[in-house]
Structure formats: C-alpha cells, structure tokens
C-alpha cells in the first residue's frame, strides 16, 4: 500500500490509503466517503476545533484511536510493517496487508502558490490550486521490505487496480527494486480514466503536471515496462491500435458489490493458466 500520503495529525501518524484498506477488509469502511469509520463520531476533532485548533483531516474518534495505537508501536520500536500487520491481526483481517516500505516517504504538490504537501492540496484545499510538479520526498531511501520480497516469492501475478498512477501507484513502484519485482510477474492494469477523463480524483491534474497525457494512453505508457494485460472500460472510445499493451476492455466503474465483483472475475479470466 503506498505510504507517501501519510501524515502526522496530533502526534499520531495517519496512514490514509492503509487505513482505509484495513477498515475495508475488517468490514468497518464508510462505504459513502471511502475513508474512515462507518458511524463515526467527531467528539475529540470538534473539542479541538472549539480550542483553536484545526486539524489537517476530519479524524473520527475511533479512526483516531487506530492512529494511536499505531504511533505507540512506533514509539516502541515497531516498523510500520510490523506495526500494520499488529493491528490488521487485532482487527481479525485474515489477508496480508503491507506497507511499500518501512522508510519515511512524503509527496509533496509543487504548485504556483508553493510547495504543499499532498493532504493539505486534496484535502484543505481540494485539489483546487494549479499543480506544477509532483515530487516524492525520501523515495530514495524506501526499500523493500522483507515481507514485500516474501509476499512476491508467493506469488505468480501483480493486479494494480485503478488507482491515480501518480501519487497512489507511483509511490510504490518508485520504491528502489519494485519495479525489477513487478516485472517478472504476469501483471494487469486496471486503468482510472475513461478515455481523457478520471473517475474519481485529481488524476488528471497531476498527470498533466508530470508530462503524461492526460488519458488512458497515457496511463498505460506509465506502465509500459511493468504490464502485461491494460484493462480498460467498456466506454472507453479509444481504439486498442493506440495502446503499446495487450488492451482488455471491461466495465471497470464499480458502483456496487455485484460490479466490483464482476470485474474481479474478470481479472482473474485473464490470469487463468499463469
């Protein structure tokens, strides 16, 4: 999972797309935000907000105590690893949840007004200011982890699903060794954009600032070098001749259970017989 979103909100590390992951997988997820807890309240963030202080991102109370216990591993010598793989355990998750690395990566959105870290462009500011640049603070220094070179031993098959490929994906994939690691796996794409146009988040606005077109081309030439099998939707008016990979098309929006299953079942179509 990438890590370079994370940030630190009251002495407590927040790890957005692992949270978020965890509380999928433990049935705990507000399905109609797709982040924090189902039935939350807001107690610890509205006494904070009556103090004079505004945090960063809207904290749940119970989402907040997954943060403290996470930054007490970490005060205690636990890698963020072993950390997540704790508290996975605790929360009864039986599927491996890991962490790109243990090493501290930022992204940071360069931007007319200044240098914003990606939380305060998407979430303070959502996703308004212009971006010119995109920029991955420590990704020099991430590596891989142990159990991320036991999990790919496991394994025969990547699927990277329809995430932004700039700041969700790309994190990952910058880690030093990752890509040498996806490479020799069969791997699917799953691509975010319909043709030009993301379907959810700031995908569009980032690609255009890092030099990639802002499409489903596009996104594939991202993953050129890794990929095997491109997925895109069925909507998707762009003619396959125009991709440099093996194009699948599929009804990729997910809406409901039944049509992210649907699509599931697809990948796995694909990768029968690998």
């Known amino acids: 999972m990438n890590t370079a979103d994370d940030i630190w909100v009251m002495g407590n590390l927040v790890c957005p797309d692992l949270d978020t992951v965890l509380y999928l997988l433990s049935d705990k997820l507000d399905k109609e935000k797709w982040w924090g807890v189902e039935g939350d309240t807001f107690h610890t963030h ?33 890698t963020l690893t072993q950390a997540t793989i704790k508290i996975a355990k605790q929360m009864g998750i039986e599927q491996t949840v890991l962490p790109m690395c243990d090493e501290k990566v930022d ?19 959502k996703g308004e200011p212009c971006v010119v640049g995109v920029h991955h603070e420590g990704i020099e220094d991430a590596k891989l982890t142990y159990q991320i070179l036991k999990a790919f031993r496991r ?7 329809p995430s932004n490929p700039i700041t ?32 959810s988040g700031p995908a569009e606005k980032l690609m255009r600032a890092c030099g990639v077109e802002s499409s489903s081309v596009g996104v594939s030439q991202l993953y050129e070098d890794v990929a095997d099998y491109f997925v895109i939707d069925v909507r998707d008016e762009t003619k ?17 259970k039944e049509r992210s299953i649907s699509l599931a079942k697809e990948i796995l179509s694909i990768l029968e017989g690998v």
């Open 168 to 199: 969700s994906i790309g994190p990952i994939l910058h880690v030093k060794g990752m890509r040498k690691l996806v490479k020799k796996k069969t791997t699917v794409v799953v691509s975010p954009l319909i043709g030009k146009k993301a379907v």
């Open 107 to 125: 992204t940071f959105v360069e931007t007319p007004e200044g240098r914003m870290h990606f939380q305060e462009f998407w979430v303070a500011r």
């Open 155 to 161: 394994t025969k098959c990547v699927v990277i699903g």
């Open 46 to 78: 509205e006494a904070l907000s009556e103090l004079g202080f505004e945090e960063p991102l809207m904290l749940g109370d119970r989402d907040r105590a997954l943060h403290i216990v996470r930054t007490t591993f970490l005060s205690k010598g636990y």
């Open 240 to 256: 396959s001749t125009e991709f440099a990979i093996d194009v699948i098309r599929a009804d990729t929006l997910m809406v409901s």
